[in-house]
């Protein structure tokens, strides 16, 4: 497969009523390639992947599909498709009307190879239902037979394991590989990095709109493998940063509304108990046990003020 850039993205930037949804993040992906950006809710995921489709406004940098500027050059736009968080459909049409007409857009209205694909996804008993009477999981398989169908050279996939059993999981996971295979370049995001594990050759870590990390697959695994932490989850976390780092002499890490500490559960104990007796609010205390929680614990610097 020739290595050839289908994404370039320099400096990409959205700004909405002076609120960066997008701020200066750069990536580019190879054919074939399939990357996945991960953050928490907020973190910019969603922006993104809108800025890249044209969805959203771009207020500084670029996006180039196959070398073609997507403002200067709008229609290469038709090579890619997109699965949103909810699927996006006609509600009150049939799942093969929706099939028919998204198919005829992009000109391979083949009704033969939309019937074999809606097999092949376990919806062809679902094809004359209409879509909202569709399970969550079954309009995700939908969205994804769409993107077959189409034979997408690029394919965007936002949260698509969310809310799903294992098996449902485990299925949509398959798919996703079959497209690869037909070499597709594809972009998965996920709140959750268990869920993408072993998925993809990248991955990009966001929070507050940016990216944090590109790391590739055995990176990840190192870091996912690294040192843990304890945690207090606070309402005022950069307060009780101060606080931990003062009067436990702890080097600290905010993560989230979460204090991060390396410590023992006696310790994290105590300084549960000198919130409260302090009046502080505490939503939780335990330790990181995601991977990728733990991935972005251990690229999040040590708090300023307790060097």
């Given at each position: 497969?020739?290595?050839?850039?289908?994404?370039?993205?320099?400096?990409?930037?959205?700004?909405?009523?002076?609120?960066?949804?997008?701020?200066?993040?750069?990536?580019?992906?190879?054919?074939?390639?399939?990357?996945?950006?991960?953050?928490?809710?907020?973190?910019?995921?969603?922006?993104?992947?809108?800025?890249?489709?044209?969805?959203?406004?771009?207020?500084?940098?670029?996006?180039?599909?196959?070398?073609?500027?997507?403002?200067?050059?709008?229609?290469?736009?038709?090579?890619?498709?997109?699965?949103?968080?909810?699927?996006?459909?006609?509600?009150?049409?049939?799942?093969?009307?929706?099939?028919?007409?998204?198919?005829?857009?992009?000109?391979?209205?083949?009704?033969?190879?939309?019937?074999?694909?809606?097999?092949?996804?376990?919806?062809?008993?679902?094809?004359?239902?209409?879509?909202?009477?569709?399970?969550?999981?079954?309009?995700?398989?939908?969205?994804?037979?769409?993107?077959?169908?189409?034979?997408?050279?690029?394919?965007?996939?936002?949260?698509?394991?969310?809310?799903?059993?294992v098996q449902s999981i485990q299925t949509?996971?398959?798919?996703?590989?079959?497209?690869?295979?037909?070499?597709?370049?594809?972009?998965?995001?996920?709140?959750?990095?268990?869920?993408?594990?072993?998925?993809?050759?990248?991955?990009?870590?966001?929070?507050?709109?940016?990216?944090?990390?590109?790391?590739?697959?055995?990176?990840?695994?190192?870091?996912?493998?690294?040192?843990?932490?304890?945690?207090?989850?606070?309402?005022?976390?950069?307060?009780?940063?101060?606080?931990?780092?003062?009067?436990?002499?702890?080097?600290?890490?905010?993560?989230?509304?979460?204090?991060?500490?390396?410590?023992?559960?006696?310790?994290?104990?105590?300084?549960?108990?000198?919130?409260?007796?302090?009046?502080?609010?505490?939503?939780?205390?335990?330790?990181?046990?995601?991977?990728?929680?733990?991935?972005?614990?251990?690229?999040?610097?040590?708090?300023?003020?307790?060097?």
């Open positions: 497969m020739e290595n050839k850039n289908v994404l370039v993205v320099e400096h990409l930037s959205v700004l909405i009523k002076e609120h960066f949804l997008v701020k200066d993040v750069s990536f580019s992906m190879a054919q074939g390639e399939c990357l996945g950006v991960v953050g928490e809710d907020g973190s910019g995921k969603s922006s993104l992947i809108k800025a890249i489709t044209g969805s959203l406004p771009i207020s500084d940098g670029f996006v180039r599909i196959d070398g073609k500027d997507i403002k200067d050059h709008p229609k290469i736009l038709n090579e890619v498709s997109i699965c949103l968080d909810p699927p996006v459909f006609f509600k009150f049409q049939s799942v093969m009307e929706n099939m028919e007409y998204l198919c005829s857009l992009a000109g391979k209205n083949n009704k033969q190879r939309i019937l074999d694909t809606l097999d092949k996804f376990n919806l062809l008993e679902k094809k004359n239902k209409k879509v909202y009477s569709l399970s969550y999981y079954e309009r995700k398989l939908m969205a994804l037979a769409l993107a077959f169908i189409n034979e997408s050279k690029f394919l965007i996939i936002d949260e698509p394991f969310k809310s799903l059993p949509l996971r398959h798919y996703i590989a079959q497209l690869r295979e037909k070499g597709t370049t594809i972009i998965i995001t996920s709140k959750n990095y268990d869920s993408l594990e072993d998925q993809c050759d990248r991955y990009m870590f966001m929070v507050d709109r940016q990216v944090k990390e590109i790391l590739h697959r055995k990176e990840c695994e190192k870091f996912s493998t690294a040192k843990t932490f304890a945690f207090v989850a606070v309402k005022y976390p950069h307060y009780c940063g101060k606080l931990v780092a003062e009067n436990f002499n702890l080097s600290v890490k905010l993560f989230g509304n979460r204090v991060l500490f390396d410590a023992n559960e006696d310790t994290t104990a105590e300084i549960v108990k000198f919130f409260t007796k302090n009046k502080l609010s505490v939503y939780g205390a335990g330790y990181l046990n995601r991977k990728g929680e733990r991935i972005l614990a251990n690229l999040t610097p040590y708090f300023k003020e307790n060097k």
